[in-house]
């Protein structure tokens, strides 16, 4: 049996939230899925040992309160064609036809080959911070983080809450660049 909604939201991250949420206070039937359990993406994950209100939690509290918002999560698409998708959840599949779909597949992280960057250990700042919330075990082990952009200062943080001795974050780009950068924060 084919299940049907009026708008498809696959991705619960801040901009599938965001999507699924404009759509629900319209009046439209509304499904919203994601591979995780949790709603948050890769900028709000949630961390397993240190839960806590994230934005994320507040606004999918918010959502799933809707008669008309349906989660779907640790789910996944596996097929799809011209308004129908095949899901995957908990080993079942389920069709699923809708009139709108919103790809709010999400952040991913750039990182760019250097030497030694295929060693054990060697992870992006994205995907150091993602195993750590993870759970993966970091307290007492050194870290240096390097590369470029905001989100080495957030895997530092994370790195740190979680016990890692945060030896030295390196910033690539240049400082005036940086400043250019902070300067212009104040408007998001």
């Not at 957030?154 to 902070?182: D, N, S, Y």
Request: aromatic share 6%; net charge positive.
């Amino acid at each position: 049996m084919t299940e049907v909604c009026d708008v498809l939201v696959i991705g619960a991250g801040p901009a599938g939230l965001a999507a699924a949420r404009a759509a629900a206070t319209h009046g439209v039937d509304v499904v919203l899925v994601d591979m995780q359990a949790r709603a948050g993406g890769q900028v709000w994950r949630q961390d397993v040992r240190r839960p806590e209100a994230s934005p994320a939690r507040k606004k999918f509290q918010a959502l799933q309160a809707r008669a008309n918002l349906r989660w779907l999560g640790q789910a996944q698409v596996v097929a799809a064609s011209p308004g129908q998708v095949l899901i995957e959840e908990a080993g079942l599949a389920r069709e699923l036809s809708y009139r709108a779909l919103v790809l709010a597949t999400g952040a991913r992280e750039l990182l760019l080959p250097f030497p030694g960057w295929t060693l054990p250990g060697v992870t992006g700042a994205g995907g150091l911070q993602a195993l750590v919330k993870q759970g993966w075990p970091i307290a007492a082990q050194r870290v240096l983080i390097a590369g470029s952009g905001p989100l080495l200062l957030a895997a530092a943080a994370t790195a740190r809450a979680h016990g890692a001795k945060v030896v030295g974050i390196h910033e690539q780009a240049p400082a005036a660049e940086l400043a250019r950068f902070a300067a212009r924060l104040w408007r998001w």
